[in-house]
């Protein structure tokens, strides 16, 4: 079984500032610094790093060399990945406070030049039983679930940027939500967290559902039962990452069988090594590193 992570490719400069800007405000920042980003490369990496066999699949610009590089750097497939000569790839501003807080302008490029037929080529390499990872910054998402689910793909959905046009999704083909509390809210249409498990534990009744909480950690109901787990005690650097490497690790414990508080546990350990240090993909810890590690609960 492997992971056919379709999402997103991005090269990311990040603006470290002492304050977000304001509207009409102009404002100096402190350092700048360039890495390879996007929610789809972010995730591969993390699955990867996490132990799975990763396959990506998405479109790049004639700049995009230095992302298909990164992959490489940590033996992600690449096999998958469209070249588009005539448009720039998909890149992010981002801005880092001074407590690790980030806000983040994305201008979509290749990303949303991903066709149908794009679709029926990368997919028809993979089959029944493999796990396909999605985000929510690529063209042709909705295509791709509804493909993904005739082919008998487990799909995972993190659901990211949350826009309406998500929304016309056929979301109940998911088998796994990952996503945060202003997500859930979003879909669910309930405020409160406990609430919106609920709702969309009745919406989508054969679906699998992670809430990340921040800092009051995170829930998750596997079909059967909910499961809590806090998060450990580190110093936020850079949060830009932190979903993404829980997403990475999340799947590889699935994919390896883990026990459901096992799972959160190495995700958030994970996601907890990966805000104490800069940048995305980079940041993202290796297994041996989460292993390892001696955090502890807040």
Not at 207 to 212: A, D, L, Q, R
């Amino acid at each position: 079984m492997k992971i056919l992570n379709f999402g997103s490719l991005n090269i990311d400069r990040a603006y470290s500032v002492e304050n977000f800007v304001k509207p009409g405000e102009t404002i100096s920042s402190l350092s700048m610094e360039t890495f390879c980003g996007g929610k789809g490369l972010n995730q591969a990496i993390a699955c990867k790093k996490a132990g799975s066999d990763v396959y990506m699949a998405g479109k790049v610009g004639a700049d995009g060399a230095v992302l298909l590089s990164k992959l490489k750097e940590f033996d992600v497939d690449t096999d998958h990945v469209l070249i588009e000569d005539e448009e720039f790839s998909g890149h992010a501003i981002i801005q880092i406070d001074s407590v690790g807080q980030n806000n983040i302008i994305l201008y979509g490029g290749t990303n949303r030049l991903i066709t149908r037929a794009d679709v029926d080529k990368v997919l028809a390499d993979f089959e029944a039983g493999d796990i396909l990872l999605l985000q929510n910054e690529i063209s042709s998402l909705d295509y791709i679930i509804e493909k993904g689910y005739e082919k008998g793909m487990i799909i995972a959905l993190n659901p990211s940027p949350m826009d309406k046009n998500l929304l016309r999704c056929d979301l109940g083909k998911v088998s796994y939500f990952i996503m945060n509390e202003i997500e859930a809210a979003a879909i669910s249409g309930c405020r409160d967290t406990d609430t919106a498990l609920e709702e969309l534990r009745k919406k989508y009744p054969a679906s699998k559902i992670v809430i990340t909480l921040g800092g009051d950690g995170v829930k998750y109901f596997d079909g059967e039962k909910v499961y809590t787990h806090g998060i450990y005690n580190v110093q936020a650097v850079d949060t830009t990452a932190a979903g993404d490497t829980f997403t990475g690790y999340f799947l590889n414990g699935v994919l390896e069988e883990m026990e459901p508080m096992d799972i959160l546990s190495m995700a958030s350990k994970a996601s907890a090594i990966a805000v104490s240090r800069p940048g995305a993909a980079d940041s993202v810890p290796t297994k041996d590193e989460v292993l390892s590690s001696t955090l502890r609960l807040k």
